[in-house]
């Protein structure tokens, strides 16, 4: 016989309404992308632009206009921005590892420091319940790629552990047409194979009122460089890169009827070497010689709580306090840094319809106070046309300069101020649900200034020095798209973003180079994508579109510092039998030759093959 279960809640709003500064990635593209890296699924399904020099090179994120460095990436909370050159290579966070991604934008990256253009979220959840599990997806695809993926674990009612440990190799010897060469030859892509593998095991516990996490990530990259177009003659040169790390933490999150208290420790020991030498074809001399190695060591120490205070409102707050080592051969000696901050939110419906966040945040760097940061998020309802909602947002935040800014030999400026930057934005959403149709329409616009812009430029000495010397204003436009249809057998899904982007510099500094409201190199005034996905009893068939608009490479005028614009398409067709599922899938279908990075090869057409067990 079933016991009596009692549940208890506090009394529904009338209305569910969330402010348009985040988005939340849908399962199915998680699913879709799994045996992906993550600059792949931002590529294709994010209005995030992607800036990569191919398969096995690094690829980092310009968000809302912004460089890599201004995007600040998070895993289970924890900042993945390496102290040493304050950004991520997105090719490098396989999208197995994780079981949620999300982005959050203006308003919403009020709660760390960073994240002038926005921030990604990688999260790993706590499962109870489901008993064993086992996951286990093979891929072999051109050039020789394959790659395996292994998932398995138990999740009992009081204890879960779980281990994900992957590999992924490819010999990545594409054929490309070389436009550096006199008629154009086509040319087979060399020194460029890869390997990457890692494994993450995580072990949760629950108690009466308790939850106690542990999750370790470990990885190791070993990746080769291949040269640009104009060098692939002088085969007297080596050019590699090689990464590992271990990122560890422990979580102990309690709950009591009103709120929560979790506190958070991590130790992330990072490692990069990076090796270049170039020698002369005819005499053999060495002509550029770099064998660069990086130590880090960085301490993450959180305190979260969540109290709810009255009726719809509620108190969030945060006490944090990270502590960065970097041994270099770059720097002289042994740097440090401490970052302590203090955040609080208030939220809640100051009236029927709407919904108000108040965040404030105050940090110290190496006991420097930084200032205050407030933000300021309103939405609102129509209560005449409840489909149709908005949200106007201010935020205010600031970046600290890379240990590389500060202290990289020689060049370092350890005079540098952090960057300062203001946004403001305005969002308009529609949704519709008609018995098994579903639409979400959302669009908006926002304005971004920076200030103290860092840029590295030439000095008298010969080698490059940053500077605060741009003052960037953003601005743009970004629309998103999702819709889906559930009928019998059949289930459609359609999702797509268009972004339009405007980055200038208008500093006083860009008007005497003559480069005063051009844009910014490398970002795309249009960017977007398009997935649509059919599912039909255990069929399953889907069809990816990306587009990116043309770049400048310099801000000269001539046409061949212009990389032209490119749209790419990719298909693929599934089918479930049992507990295998197989899928077969086509990347780049037409076969367009385009570079995302000048002089940066790109495959062609590739196949791939997924072979997955799941019990």
């Known amino acids: 016989m079933l016991h009596s279960v009692e549940v208890v809640g506090d009394k529904v709003s009338a209305t569910t309404l969330k ?14 992308k799994s045996t992906s890296n993550l600059s792949e699924l931002l590529i294709q399904h994010s209005p995030v632009f992607i800036k990569t020099y191919g398969p096995g090179g690094v690829s980092t ?4 206009g912004t460089t890599a460095s201004h995007t600040l990436v998070l895993w289970n909370g924890f900042q993945l921005n390496a102290p040493s050159l304050g950004q991520v290579d997105f090719s490098t966070i396989p999208v197995f590892l994780a079981d949620d991604v ?42 020789s790629t394959f790659g395996s993926y292994y998932t398995v674990g138990y999740f009992g009612k009081q204890v879960s552990v779980r281990v994900k440990a992957y590999r992924n190799s490819s010999e990545n010897d594409f054929e490309y047409i070389n436009h550096a060469l006199q008629e154009h030859p ?42 640009i177009m104009p060098n692939v003659g002088n085969k007297n040169f080596e050019e590699w890169t090689r990464d590992d790390f271990s990122r560890n933490f422990v979580s102990f999150k309690t709950f009591w009827a009103t709120g929560s ?88 419906e100051p009236f029927r319809y709407a919904n108000l966040n108040l965040t404030a945040r105050y940090d110290f760097t190496d006991g420097k106070p930084m200032g205050l940061f407030p933000t300021a998020t309103f939405s609102y309802q129509l209560p005449f046309y409840q489909p149709l909602s908005f949200t106007l947002g201010y935020s205010h935040n600031y970046r600290n300069p890379s240990l590389n800014d500060l202290y990289w030999f020689p060049g370092g400026n350890p005079d540098l101020l952090p960057e300062n930057g203001r946004t403001v934005d305005l969002a308009v959403k529609f949704s519709l649900q008609e018995g098994p149709f579903k639409l979400d329409l959302r669009t908006g616009g926002y304005l971004s200034k920076v200030q103290n812009w860092i840029q590295w430029k030439p000095s008298f000495y010969r080698y490059w020095v940053p500077e605060n010397v741009a003052m960037v204003f953003a601005r743009g436009i970004e629309n998103h798209l999702s819709a889906s249809f559930v009928q019998g057998d059949w289930k459609v899904s359609l999702s797509g973003n268009y972004v339009f982007t405007v980055t200038t510099d208008e500093s006083e500094a860009a008007e005497l180079q003559g480069i005063k409201g051009k844009q910014l190199i490398y970002i795309p005034r249009h960017h977007g994508n398009l997935f649509l996905n059919a599912q039909w009893k255990t069929w399953n068939v889907s069809y990816t579109l990306e587009v990116t608009g043309a ?15 490119y749209a ?15 899928e077969l899938r086509c990347n780049n279908l037409l076969n367009t030759d385009y570079q995302n990075v000048i002089w940066r090869a790109m495959p062609g057409r590739s196949f791939e093959v997924l072979v997955e067990y799941k019990y």
């Open 261 to 348: 208290l979790q506190l958070k420790s991590a130790a992330f020991i990072e490692n990069q070497r990076y090796f270049l030498e170039v020698h002369n074809p005819v005499t053999n001399d060495l002509v550029t010689g770099i064998n660069s190695t990086n130590k880090a060591l960085v301490l993450h120490q959180i305190a979260n709580l969540e109290q709810t205070l009255y009726q719809t409102w509620t108190l969030k707050a945060k006490l944090q306090w990270d502590n960065e080592r970097v041994q270099s051969n770059n720097y002289e000696g042994e740097k440090r840094r401490d970052v302590i901050s203090a955040y609080a939110a208030v939220s809640g």
């Open 61 to 64: 994120a310009s968000f809302r």
């Open 102 to 143: 999300s982005l959050n934008w203006g308003s919403g990256t009020s709660t760390n420091s960073g994240g002038l253009g926005g921030s990604v979220n990688i999260d790993n959840s706590n499962r109870f319940g489901d008993g064993f599990h086992l996951d286990v997806k093979r891929t072999m695809g051109s050039f």
């Open 186 to 227: 086509k040319m087979k892509q060399r020194n460029a194979d890869f390997v990457d593998y890692g494994v993450m095991p995580e072990l949760s516990i629950m108690l009466k009122n308790s939850i106690i996490s542990f999750s370790s990530w470990n990885q190791w990259n070993d990746r080769k460089l291949p040269p």
């Open 19 to 32: 402010p348009l500064v985040a988005r939340k990635l849908d399962t199915l593209v998680l699913q879709s």
């Open 568 to 582: 790419l398409h990719h298909v693929s067709i599934g089918k479930q039998i049992d507990q295998f599922r197989l």
């Open 551 to 565: 770049r400048k490479t310099s801000y000269a005028d001539e046409v061949y510092y212009i990389l032209n614009p």
